[in-house]
């Protein structure tokens, strides 16, 4: 298992173009929204803890692919369908691979971030709480999301159609917890609910990756 | 005598077949009688006019729009686990008459809610769990399309199925508590005394019935057009053989 994480980590970082592209892609979109929306500082603030969930949630979405197209194409996975790792617990380290070298990135640099869109001083914790919990249900809804489409020949567009309903639930309690931090107002409730989705989904969607990549590679 | 045996298609194709003109033609009778009696010879409401009336398609199609999302829970449940063939293609039937629906609903809704809240729509609770069970469809529907093994399909939409089940119940609640709600309670609910006024309640339960029946002919229908396509692209394979 830590060979197979350490081996997708590399991958990641050394392969040109992964690393550091989501991130690359989160800021952009920081950028472009105040050239959308215009650059009174008080709407800015208003509407930042929305747009840094949301530009957070597109970059996880735009690396999706990559966490298991490769290994499909280089037989990879077959292998990994060999040996004596259960599906699970391969799945589960993609996901985990996924979210360090996206989701944590994102999360250290959302203050920053956040900082461009004026967010309140009292919205910062709250924000990076919310996102902390939060990533990890992307990616590993992501994967189970790329696990499906992992046989489909161009199967971005697909790949989005799938995901983004299944990250309703997940939005909706990290982007509201970010709010109501920004706001001054209590925002244990949908944290708390945030963390129970994520474990939720981290206790109980890698069997259905799992099941739906044995389907795939039969 | 069990309800496995119409998982054989040829059975399953005798017996449809016998049901499918009697689902038809009944479910057309009792939409005529619900639509003519509901439009033409029920009051209006004293506060809401004669927009009242879209009642008789909206709760009918809102119905069905989420219990054929059961009905396909349960289909793939079957597949998931007894691998019946038919199975998996009502599934397959059932999500484009589910996408319909949902759009009945929806549309009728805003028709309804532009002369009466003043907004063809709102972000209320409702409404955004409607457009995201919208996604969903599209979601299943996609996936059919994409995959060309008819196998891998059933195998894969099914477990869509099933997950997006849970995230569906999942975003009903989220979205709940994200937004107070300007739609008003259920309109029909078996636990309490009084739902509509009678005057109205009697032909929306003909429509009701009439949208029930509808749906069940529809899934008769286009199953026996997956089984027969199925037979066909079958026989031209063995034609290539042979």
């Given at each position: ?30 950028v ?16 930042a803890?929305?747009?840094l ?13 990559r966490i ?24 589960s380290i ?30 910062y914790?709250?924000?990076?709480l919310?996102?902390?919990?939060g ?25 989005s ?30 944290l ?25 590679i039969? | 005598?069990?309800?496995?045996e ?12 016998r ?21 033409f ?37 079957v ?17 484009p008459?589910?996408?319909a ?21 709102a972000?209320d ?15 299943y ?53 009084k739902?509509v ?29 997956e ?16």
């Amino acid at each position: 298992m830590k060979a197979l994480l350490i081996r997708d980590l590399r991958l990641a970082i050394r392969a040109g173009g992964g690393f550091g592209l989501g991130l690359a892609f989160f800021l952009i979109v920081t950028v472009l929204v105040p050239f959308g929306v215009g650059p009174q500082s008080a709407l800015l603030s208003e509407i930042a803890p929305g747009i840094l969930w949301l530009g957070a949630l597109l970059a996880c979405l735009l690396s999706l692919d990559r966490i298991l197209a490769l290994d499909w194409e280089d037989g990879t996975l077959d292998l990994l369908a060999c040996a004596p790792l259960p599906m699970e617990a391969a799945v589960s380290i993609k996901a985990l691979a996924h979210w360090l070298t996206t989701g944590l990135p994102l999360v250290i640099a959302a203050p920053l971030f956040a900082l461009l869109l004026n967010l309140p001083s009292a919205g910062y914790v709250p924000l990076v709480l919310s996102l902390l919990l939060g990533t990890p249900a992307l990616s590993v809804i992501g994967t189970f999301g790329a696990a499906l489409t992992v046989g489909i020949k161009r199967g971005g567009l697909l790949l989005s159609l799938l995901v983004l309903p299944l990250y309703v639930p997940t939005l909706i309690y990290g982007a509201e917890a970010a709010r109501r931090g920004a706001q001054g107002v209590e925002a244990s409730t949908p944290l708390f609910m945030l963390a129970g989705i994520t474990f939720g989904v981290i206790a109980l969607l890698p069997f259905a990756s799992a099941a739906v990549l044995r389907v795939n590679i039969r | 005598m069990s309800l496995w045996e119409y998982a054989n298609p040829v059975k399953f194709m005798a017996l449809s077949g016998r049901i499918l003109p009697w689902t038809a033609w009944l479910s057309g009778i009792s939409l005529v009688i619900g639509l003519v009696w509901g439009f033409f010879y029920t009051p209006d409401d004293f506060r809401q006019g004669s927009t009242v009336k879209i009642i008789y398609l909206h709760v009918p199609s809102a119905l069905m729009a989420i219990n054929v999302w059961m009905m396909m829970l349960v289909t793939s449940l079957v597949w998931i686990i007894r691998r019946h063939h038919v199975s998996a293609l009502a599934a397959k039937a059932a999500a484009p008459i589910g996408v319909a629906m949902t759009l009945i609903a929806l549309v009728t809704g805003a028709i309804w809610g532009q002369p009466m809240w003043g907004t063809w729509w709102a972000w209320d609770p409702r409404l955004t769990s409607f457009l995201i069970l919208f996604l969903f469809y599209l979601g299943y529907i996609a996936l059919w399309a994409a995959i060309e093994d008819n196998d891998t399909a059933a195998d894969l939409t099914s477990i869509l199925c099933l997950v997006g089940s849970v995230f569906a119940i999942l975003s009903r609640y989220a979205v709940n508590f994200w937004n107070q709600g300007l739609h008003q309670g259920a309109s029909l609910s078996l636990d309490t005394e009084k739902n509509v006024a009678d005057v109205f309640y009697q032909p929306l339960l003909f429509c009701i019935a009439g949208f029930v029946l509808l749906f069940v002919a529809l899934v008769l229908l286009r199953t026996r057009t997956e089984i027969r396509a199925r037979r066909t692209s079958a026989l031209f394979a063995r034609e290539r053989m042979g």
